[in-house]
């Protein structure tokens, strides 16, 4: 079942936040693309998370039905140039998804190239979105004006838990206080921050370099649907010796 993060804001276990009155979702860092990017630096990796992306997709729209889609950041991979599979998995998604939505795209630090292709599907680039009372921006500047409440990406934040014969298990996660909130990334295969073994200065946002981190609450998204750990503090201190 979602979580509400604050007003008209719910997590989802879809790894999408869903505002029902603006009739919204928000989703983000999909990374389109990373595949050919590794195979490109000799990393033999089999194309399978459009595949994912897709279907996850596919069952976000039918439960919720939104007007409006929010991609925050990171839609493709690749930072020097559109790739041959990023031209077809991002003109693909985009024209699904902006055939009966409206669409908008918050720039990411990926997405150096993306408005080539945005512009062929009438989509919009800006570096923020404010729906609602809610600012939605990538996180990898720390010059974009902000609202009230602020959604950042970015991060791909996620815990490792461990047992006493040191077996882990990854999940990724959502973060948020009163005013800040940070999304796991939609890509099922890209790296991220372990929030359960990292101090402020080793998170990738520089809004989150001055803030206090082990006070932001956790939402792990698992099979069993989200699970709350309460704060960072409070899961760092239950493998503090």
Known sequence: MPEELWPDVHATEERCIWMPEQDAIVIADLHLGYEGA?????????????????????????????????????????????????????????????????????????DNFLKTIAVRHNVPMTWRYDIGDVTVTHGHRDDVPRGDRTLLAHEHPFIKLRDEVGAT????????????AVMPAFSPIVSGTDVSDAMSRDYLSPLLHSVDVDAFNVLAVSDLGLLDFATIGDLKAMYRP
């Open 169 to 180: 298990l990854s999940m990724p996660c959502y973060l948020y206080t009163d005013d800040v």
């Open 38 to 110: 590794l195979r490109m630096d000799g990393v033999a990796m089999p194309r399978y998370q459009d595949r994912v992306i897709s279907e996850r997709l596919e069952r976000i729209l039918d439960r919720y039905d939104p007007r409006c889609i929010v991609v925050n950041g990171d839609f493709k991979h690749n930072f020097s140039r559109n790739l041959r599979q990023e031209w077809r998995e991002v003109n693909a998604m985009l024209s699904f998804l902006a055939d009966e939505h409206d669409v908008h795209l918050v720039r990411g630090n990926h």
